[in-house]
C-alpha cells in the first residue's frame, strides 16, 4: 500500500482523498476501505521522496538557497575593484550596481508577498532561483561598452532573488513553532553573513583561480539551480497555520487591503520594520565599501600598491567575508541563545536583546574609522565586534514577525517588511556613500590620503543609522506584549467555526 510521510497526498492509490501518516498510523476511513491495490511503481518513487520530505530537510534545503542567494549578491561586491576598472566607473557609478539590484529586489518584493499568501510558495521559490542564476550566467559575458547592461542585469537578478526572500520564511513559520521555530529560523538567517562572506571569498578565489573576474559570476548559478531542484522535490508546501495546529481550520480569510490596513496599524512589526531597515543601511553600505576603504587604508601606509593591474589584490575581500562568516555564525548563535535565556527573565526579551546588539555595535563601527589609518588588524577586530552585535538581531527579528502577524498574512508582512528595510536602507545606501565620497574628493586636490578619508567620512553616516534602529527596537519592546495577545484573538476568532462566531 501506498505510505506518506508528511501528510500530503498520494493521487491514485485508492479511491480515498488522502492518507494521513505523519503519527505512523492511516485514517480510519482509510482501514475500512476495500478498495485499496498496490502502487504503481511511479508512486513507489513519489512514496520514497514523499518520506524524505521532513520538515528538518526542509530547513536545511531552505537554508541551502538563502546561503546561494546572498552568495550571488555578494559575489560582485567580492570583485568590486575589479569591476570598476573594467568599466572605467566612479564610486557613484559602481555604488549604483547595488543600489539598482536593491531597488528591483524591493518593488518586486509586495507582489511576491501577494502571490506567497495565496499560491503555491515552492513553485515560485523555484522559478525565482532559476531565473537569477541565469542572468547572473549572463551578464558574465557583459562587454566592457554596456555598462548599463551589466546595472540592469543585476537589477532583474533582484527581482529573483526578491521571491526567495519574502516567501521562503513563511514556509519555515509554518513548519515549527516557539523554541523549535526560533531555532531554525536563525538556522536560516545565518545564510545571510555566511552566504555575503562566501560571496567575497568566492568572488575573489574564482578572480584568482581563472585570471578573470567574469568567473566569479559563473560558479553560484550551477549551485543555484541545483537548490531550486531540491525545493521542487524535497520541500513541502504546508497549510498556512499548520505549525500552530491550525492548518485547515482557520474558517475566515481577510482581503489583500485589509491585511495591509492591519500591518498598518500593527506598531510592533512598524518599529521593527524600521529597526530593520536601519540593519539593512549599515551592511548594504559595509558589504559594498569596506574592502575597498581597507585597501585604500593600507595604500595609505605604504603596506600596498595602488590597482594598476587587470587583476587587483583580493586579500581584503577574503579577510572580510571569512569575518563576515564567523560573525555571523556567532551573532545568530549568540543572539538565539541570549534571546531564549532572557526569555526566562521577561516576555519583552526578543526587541530588548535586538536594541541592545544595536547600541553596542554602533560604538564599534564608529572605531573602525578612527584606527583604520593606523592600524589594519585593530580595525578588523572591530569589524568583528561590530558585524557579531549587528547580526545577533537577524533571526530575532524575523521570530517577533512571527508572534505578532498571524499566519495567514506572513508572507504579505516579511514581503513588506523586507520592501521597507531595503527602501529606507541599503537600496540607496552604498550609492549614497559613493556619492558623498565622490563629492569630497571634488573638494579638494585628488590624493591617495584624500581618497581614503574621504570615504571614511562618508561611511561615518553608518554608525548613526545604527543607533537609531537600537531606538526603533527599544520602541517595538513598549507595544510587542500588546500585538502579540492581539494576534493570538484574532487568530482564535478565525479558526472559529461560523455558526460560533456571534453577531451582534
Given at each position: 500500500?501506498?505510505?506518506?510521510?508528511?501528510?500530503?497526498?498520494?493521487?491514485?492509490?485508492?479511491?480515498?482523498?488522502?492518507?494521513h501518516?505523519?503519527?505512523?498510523?492511516?485514517?480510519?476511513?482509510l482501514?475500512?476501505?476495500?478498495?485499496?491495490?498496490?502502487?504503481?511503481?511511479?508512486?513507489?518513487?513519489?512514496a520514497?521522496?514523499?518520506?524524505?520530505?521532513?520538515?528538518?530537510?526542509?530547513?536545511?534545503i531552505?537554508?541551502?538557497?538563502?546561503?546561494?542567494?546572498y552568495?550571488?549578491?555578494?559575489?560582485?561586491?567580492?570583485?568590486?575593484?575589479?569591476i570598476?576598472?573594467?568599466?572605467?566607473?566612479?564610486?557613484?557609478?559602481?555604488?549604483?550596481?547595488?543600489t539598482?539590484f536593491?531597488?528591483?529586489?524591493?518593488?518586486a518584493?509586495p507582489i511576491?508577498?501577494?502571490?506567497?499568501d495565496?499560491?503555491?510558495?515552492k513553485?515560485?521559490l523555484?522559478?525565482?532561483i532559476?531565473?537569477?542564476s541565469?542572468?547572473?550566467?549572463?551578464?558574465?559575458?557583459?562587454?566592457?561598452?554596456?555598462y548599463?547592461?551589466?546595472?540592469?542585469?543585476?537589477?532583474?537578478?533582484?527581482?529573483?532573488?526578491?521571491?526567495?526572500?519574502s516567501?521562503?520564511?513563511?514556509?519555515?513559520?509554518?513548519l515549527?513553532?516557539?523554541?523549535?521555530?526560533?531555532?531554525?529560523?536563525?538556522v536560516?538567517?545565518?545564510?545571510?553573513?555566511?552566504?555575503?562572506?562566501?560571496?567575497y571569498?568566492?568572488?575573489?578565489?574564482?578572480?584568482?583561480?581563472?585570471?578573470?573576474?567574469?568567473?566569479?559570476?559563473r560558479?553560484?548559478?550551477?549551485?543555484?539551480?541545483?537548490?531550486?531542484?531540491?525545493?521542487?522535490?524535497?520541500?513541502?508546501?504546508?497549510?498556512?497555520?499548520?505549525?500552530?495546529?491550525?492548518?485547515?481550520?482557520?474558517?475566515?480569510?481577510?482581503?489583500?487591503?485589509?491585511?495591509?490596513?492591519?500591518?498598518?496599524?500593527?506598531?510592533?512589526y512598524?518599529f521593527?520594520?524600521l529597526?530593520?531597515?536601519?540593519?539593512?543601511?549599515?551592511?548594504?553600505a559595509?558589504?559594498?565599501?569596506?574592502?575597498?576603504?581597507?585597501?585604500?587604508?593600507?595604500?595609505?601606509?605604504?603596506?600596498?600598491?595602488?590597482?594598476?593591474k587587470d587583476?587587483?589584490s583580493?586579500?581584503?575581500s577574503?579577510?572580510?567575508?571569512?569575518?563576515?562568516?564567523?560573525?555571523g555564525?556567532?551573532?545568530?548563535?549568540?543572539?538565539?541563545?541570549?534571546t531564549?535565556?532572557?526569555?526566562?527573565?521577561?516576555?519583552?526579551?526578543?526587541?530588548?536583546?535586538?536594541?541592545?546588539?544595536m547600541?553596542?555595535?554602533?560604538?564599534?563601527?564608529?572605531?573602525?574609522?578612527?584606527?583604520?589609518?593606523k592600524?589594519?588588524?585593530?580595525?578588523?577586530?572591530c569589524?568583528?565586534?561590530?558585524?557579531?552585535?549587528?547580526?545577533?538581531?537577524?533571526?530575532?527579528?524575523?521570530?517577533?514577525?512571527?508572534y505578532?502577524v498571524?499566519?495567514?498574512?506572513?508572507?504579505?508582512?516579511?514581503?513588506?517588511?523586507?520592501?521597507?528595510?531595503?527602501?529606507?536602507?541599503?537600496?540607496?545606501?552604498?550609492?549614497?556613500?559613493?556619492l558623498i565620497?565622490d563629492?569630497?574628493?571634488?573638494?579638494?586636490?585628488?590624493?591617495?590620503?584624500?581618497?581614503?578619508?574621504?570615504?571614511?567620512?562618508?561611511?561615518?553616516?553608518?554608525?548613526?543609522?545604527?543607533?537609531?534602529?537600537?531606538?526603533?527596537?527599544?520602541?517595538?519592546?513598549?507595544?510587542?506584549?500588546?500585538?502579540?495577545d492581539?494576534a493570538?484573538?484574532?487568530?482564535?476568532?478565525?479558526?472559529?467555526?461560523?455558526?460560533?462566531?456571534?453577531?451582534?
Amino acid at each position: 500500500m501506498c505510505v506518506e510521510s508528511d501528510g500530503c497526498e498520494i493521487e491514485g492509490c485508492s479511491s480515498s482523498d488522502e492518507v494521513h501518516t505523519l503519527s505512523g498510523s492511516m485514517s480510519p476511513g482509510l482501514k475500512s476501505n476495500p478498495d485499496l491495490h498496490p502502487c504503481k511503481p511511479g508512486q513507489k518513487f513519489r512514496a520514497a521522496l514523499l518520506r524524505c520530505r521532513s520538515p528538518a530537510a526542509a530547513a536545511g534545503i531552505l537554508s541551502f538557497g538563502n546561503v546561494l542567494n546572498y552568495m550571488d549578491r555578494y559575489t560582485v561586491a567580492g570583485v568590486l575593484l575589479d569591476i570598476q576598472r573594467h568599466f572605467n566607473v566612479s564610486d557613484s557609478g559602481v555604488g549604483l550596481l547595488q543600489t539598482v539590484f536593491i531597488c528591483s529586489f524591493m518593488v518586486a518584493a509586495p507582489i511576491f508577498g501577494y502571490l506567497g499568501d495565496r499560491f503555491n510558495r515552492k513553485i515560485i521559490l523555484s522559478c525565482g532561483i532559476f531565473f537569477w542564476s541565469a542572468v547572473t550566467l549572463s551578464s558574465s559575458f557583459i562587454t566592457k561598452e554596456y555598462y548599463w547592461l551589466f546595472v540592469l542585469s543585476r537589477g532583474l537578478v533582484g527581482i529573483g532573488e526578491s521571491s526567495y526572500s519574502s516567501i521562503s520564511p513563511t514556509i519555515i513559520g509554518d513548519l515549527f513553532t516557539n523554541n523549535s521555530r526560533t531555532m531554525m529560523l536563525s538556522v536560516f538567517y545565518l545564510a545571510i553573513p555566511l552566504g555575503s562572506g562566501l560571496g567575497y571569498i568566492l568572488g575573489s578565489s574564482a578572480k584568482e583561480a581563472a585570471g578573470d573576474w567574469h568567473w566569479a559570476l559563473r560558479v553560484s548559478p550551477v549551485l543555484g539551480m541545483t537548490a531550486g531542484t531540491l525545493i521542487l522535490f524535497f520541500v513541502p508546501e504546508p497549510k498556512r497555520g499548520h505549525a500552530d495546529q491550525l492548518g485547515g481550520r482557520i474558517k475566515h480569510r481577510t482581503s489583500w487591503l485589509c491585511d495591509m490596513k492591519a500591518l498598518a496599524k500593527n506598531r510592533s512589526y512598524v518599529f521593527s520594520s524600521l529597526a530593520s531597515a536601519a540593519v539593512s543601511f549599515a551592511t548594504g553600505a559595509f558589504g559594498m565599501w569596506i574592502p575597498l576603504y581597507l585597501f585604500r587604508a593600507q595604500v595609505v601606509q605604504k603596506t600596498a600598491e595602488a590597482c594598476t593591474k587587470d587583476i587587483c589584490s583580493s586579500k581584503d575581500s577574503l579577510i572580510f567575508g571569512a569575518i563576515t562568516c564567523v560573525t555571523g555564525l556567532l551573532g545568530v548563535v549568540i543572539g538565539a541563545a541570549t534571546t531564549r535565556l532572557c526569555r526566562q527573565k521577561t516576555e519583552r526579551a526578543d526587541p530588548l536583546v535586538c536594541a541592545v546588539s544595536m547600541l553596542g555595535s554602533a560604538i564599534f563601527v564608529c572605531l573602525i574609522f578612527v584606527v583604520a589609518k593606523k592600524s589594519i588588524i585593530g580595525a578588523y577586530v572591530c569589524i568583528f565586534i561590530g558585524e557579531t552585535l549587528l547580526f545577533l538581531n537577524w533571526a530575532i527579528t524575523a521570530d517577533i514577525l512571527m508572534y505578532v502577524v498571524i499566519p495567514t498574512r506572513r508572507a504579505t508582512a516579511v514581503a513588506f517588511q523586507g520592501f521597507t528595510s531595503h527602501l529606507l536602507g541599503d537600496a540607496g545606501s552604498p550609492y549614497l556613500i559613493g556619492l558623498i565620497s565622490d563629492a569630497l574628493q571634488k573638494s579638494y586636490t585628488r590624493s591617495v590620503l584624500w581618497q581614503f578619508l574621504s570615504l571614511g567620512y562618508a561611511l561615518m553616516l553608518c554608525p548613526f543609522v545604527i543607533v537609531l534602529g537600537g531606538m526603533f527596537f527599544l520602541a517595538t519592546a513598549l507595544f510587542f506584549l500588546d500585538d502579540r495577545d492581539k494576534a493570538e484573538k484574532q487568530l482564535a476568532t478565525m479558526t472559529r467555526p461560523p455558526s460560533s462566531v456571534k453577531v451582534s
